[in-house]
């Protein structure tokens, strides 16, 4: 049964995976029409894939259901150009005003881990006042976490984990995205730190991977939605 005109399903897709594809499925039946919208940068600095690698990621799995309603939406990176960091109520906002609608007409799709910490949201009481919330359980037990962790420890991927278009070419595809992502954020982390130890000369460059950032209970834009 419809219940909104638009649903935005915001998130760091950082990869896509099948608890996402299910979430998409569900929403085509709560709502006329679902915007996916990959973060283009993390609030707190969250090192994610390349913006149009994931971007192509999320356009494969919405080619693969064969539904119109289901749109890959890149309007972050036009956001950003005017407003950074981009919090959930700007972008529930931008869209609103783009397509013309009653803001009640359209929602925010959150997982339950986030209902949780909802009060804790950017101007969270003016997301409530002014828009619609559709809440979805937890159906597949993955987040991208456990995919990232996977492929740093060079660990197996279960199938049922992956969405259909990042493993469409299959698993050695998306190490390779990986572990170029993981050399770039090394590279990035030890010329931070070489350039700090001038300052401080008792650090030393590390020779590991940028590990996420986070800020328990905060907003982060709009992968406010649901983790990954």
């Known amino acids: 049964m419809m219940t909104v005109q638009l649903a935005v399903y915001g998130g760091a897709f950082n990869p896509p995976h099948a608890g996402h594809v299910q979430v998409m499925a569900s929403l085509l039946s709560q709502a006329a029409h679902v915007l996916v919208v990959p973060s283009y940068a993390h609030p707190f600095g969250k090192q994610m894939v390349d913006f149009d690698v994931r971007v192509q990621w999320l356009e494969k799995i919405a080619g693969d259901f064969k539904e119109p309603r289901l749109v890959v939406d890149t309007c972050e990176r036009e956001l950003f150009e005017h407003k950074s960091p981009i919090f959930s109520i700007d972008l529930l906002r931008f869209i609103a005003r783009r397509a013309r609608l009653d803001t009640k007409d359209v929602a925010l799709v ?6 949780k910490v909802f009060r804790t949201f950017y101007r969270y009481q003016e997301i409530m006042d002014e828009f619609s919330v559709i809440t979805l359980p ?12 996977a492929l740093r420890a060079g660990r197996d991927i279960p199938r049922n984990w992956l ?6 070419g299959g698993l050695p595809r998306l190490r390779r995205y990986w572990a170029d992502f993981i050399d770039r954020s090394t590279t990035e982390e030890c010329i931070g730190e070489r350039r700090a130890k001038k300052r401080h000369p008792v650090r030393r460059c590390r020779n590991t991977s940028i590990q996420p950032r986070t800020r328990s209970g905060t907003d ?8 990954g």
């Open 110 to 115: 959150m997982g339950v881990d986030n209902q």
């Open 138 to 149: 937890e159906t597949i037990s993955v987040h991208s976490t456990m995919i990232r962790d």
């Open 163 to 168: 969405a259909p278009g990042p493993a469409r």
């Open 220 to 227: 982060t834009g709009s992968q406010a939605s649901q983790s």
